[in-house]
Structure formats: structure tokens, C-alpha cells
């Protein structure tokens, strides 16, 4: 396994388009996460699966902001309308339901999408 | 909500020392404390975490404490290594929900060969 993959790496959009962004867990992972991280800071927690379930929407995630996993498998996360505000770092983690190493909850973090809106 | 503040914000020591990041966290509640290590261009990494029934966890050169009472909690890096140099995040949660972690603001570790 090579671990969490993201698609695309760096996307650049005008103000007011539309954007999606794919995320690919370690398979068998049924739990998956995405964060927005800002320059000199720490990720902040967007919303979390377990297997196709969204159980958690934190209130960062606007209206303009939605995400699915309709399988249970990979993921999808859609910024409509996008603003300045959104440039930022976009992560996917997933973990599993018992931590492989047994940590309580090992996150495994892909690389990321960076955004940028002008 | 939780909130988690970390210090240093930027630390540099020589090769060979010891480093030591400190984070407070707000929500008495937070009882899973995990620390991250993310390297230029990749995401965060788990390297040590820590659940509040215990007060210190040693991994090899990497170890944590935790104090909660004081709802204060570090990471100890004995014996540094130019590897070493990344940004580290603290981050706590609470039951039930431990997937939902709220991290620190990070800190930018140099290793001076």
C-alpha cells in the first residue's frame, strides 16, 4: 500500500469557480478525514467518514463546502464558489477503527492539495 | 471548543542536545494528546501520542508528559538529529469522538549540524 494519495497536488482557480479535489485512503481504512491547513498553522478538522458515513461537520465547512464518500472507498471534497478566504492546504487522513501500531487513533495523512484562489 | 496553544513557535538547538515543545489545551475533557511530525511537502505523521491515564510515554529518543491538572503537556527529543528538523504539532481530543483532533499551532524545530 503506498499510503493516502490526493488528486490534484496544486489547483489554481479564479475567484467564483467551482473546485473538487479526490482523495484516495490506504485501503481498508473505513474512517477518513479531511482538514484545511492555513500558512503557520496547524490542520483544522473540516469533517469525518466512517465507511460512507459523514458522522462530523465542523463549522469551518460553509455551504459552499461539500464532501462525500459514496462508497466507503475514496473521497471527494467540493468548494463551489470559491473565495480568497479558501486558498489554503486541503488534507485527507484516514485511519483504521483499531490503530495498526495500536495507537488509539493513528491518522495517516496524505500529501495534500494546495489551493490557490486569485 | 477545544483550544490548544503550543510554544515554542520556532526552535533551533545543536546537534546532539535536547529539544522540548510545550502545549496547553483548554477542554478538561481532551484526554488523547498525539504528536505530529510534518516534513516540507508531506503531510503530518503520528510520531507519539499519549491518553491522560498516563503521565509519561518513551519512545527510543522521543518522549511526552503530561500534567493534567496544569492541562499542559510536552514533547522531550533527546539526542537531536539533522532528521529531526520538521514542524511539530501537539493535539488533543476527547472521547467520544478521538478522530475529531484539534491541533496546535506548530513548531518549526532546526537541528544546527
Known amino acids: 500500500d503506498t499510503g493516502v494519495s490526493q488528486d490534484p497536488r496544486h489547483k489554481i482557480t479564479k475567484r467564483g469557480q467551482n473546485v473538487t479535489f479526490r482523495c484516495d485512503p490506504i485501503?481498508?481504512?473505513?474512517?477518513l478525514y479531511w482538514y484545511r491547513q492555513t500558512l503557520g498553522q496547524g490542520p483544522e478538522f473540516l469533517t469525518y467518514?466512517?465507511?460512507?458515513?459523514?458522522?462530523?461537520k465542523s463549522r469551518l465547512l460553509s455551504d459552499r463546502f461539500s464532501a462525500e464518500r459514496p462508497k466507503g472507498s475514496f473521497s471527494t471534497l467540493e468548494i463551489q464558489r470559491t473565495e480568497q478566504g479558501d486558498s489554503a492546504m486541503y488534507l485527507c487522513?484516514?485511519?483504521?477503527?483499531?490503530?495498526?501500531?495500536?495507537?488509539?487513533?493513528?491518522?495517516?495523512f496524505g500529501p495534500g492539495t494546495r489551493l490557490t484562489v486569485l | 471548543g477545544e483550544n490548544v496553544e503550543q510554544h515554542p513557535s520556532t526552535l533551533s538547538v545543536q546537534e546532539g542536545d535536547s529539544a522540548v515543545i510545550k502545549c496547553t489545551y483548554s477542554?478538561?475533557?481532551?484526554?488523547?494528546f498525539p504528536w505530529y511530525k510534518q516534513e516540507l511537502g508531506k503531510g503530518p505523521q503520528l510520531i507519539i501520542d499519549?491518553?491522560?491515564?498516563?503521565g509519561e510515554k518513551k519512545d527510543q529518543r522521543i518522549a511526552v508528559t503530561l500534567n493534567k491538572t496544569a492541562k499542559h503537556f510536552s514533547l522531550h527529543i533527546t539526542e537531536t538529529q539533522p532528521e529531526d528538523s520538521a514542524v511539530y504539532f501537539c493535539?488533543?481530543?476527547?472521547?467520544?469522538?478521538?478522530?475529531?483532533?484539534?491541533f496546535g499551532t506548530g513548531t518549526r524545530l532546526t537541528i544546527i549540524p
Open positions: 499519549i491518553r491522560s491515564n498516563v
Open positions: 467518514f466512517q465507511n460512507e458515513a459523514q458522522l462530523e
Open positions: 477542554d478538561s475533557a481532551s484526554n488523547y
Open positions: 485501503s481498508e481504512h473505513n474512517r
Open positions: 493535539a488533543a481530543s476527547s472521547a467520544p469522538l478521538y478522530e475529531k483532533l484539534t
Open positions: 487522513a484516514s485511519s483504521s477503527q483499531k490503530g495498526a501500531r495500536g495507537h488509539l487513533n493513528e491518522q495517516f
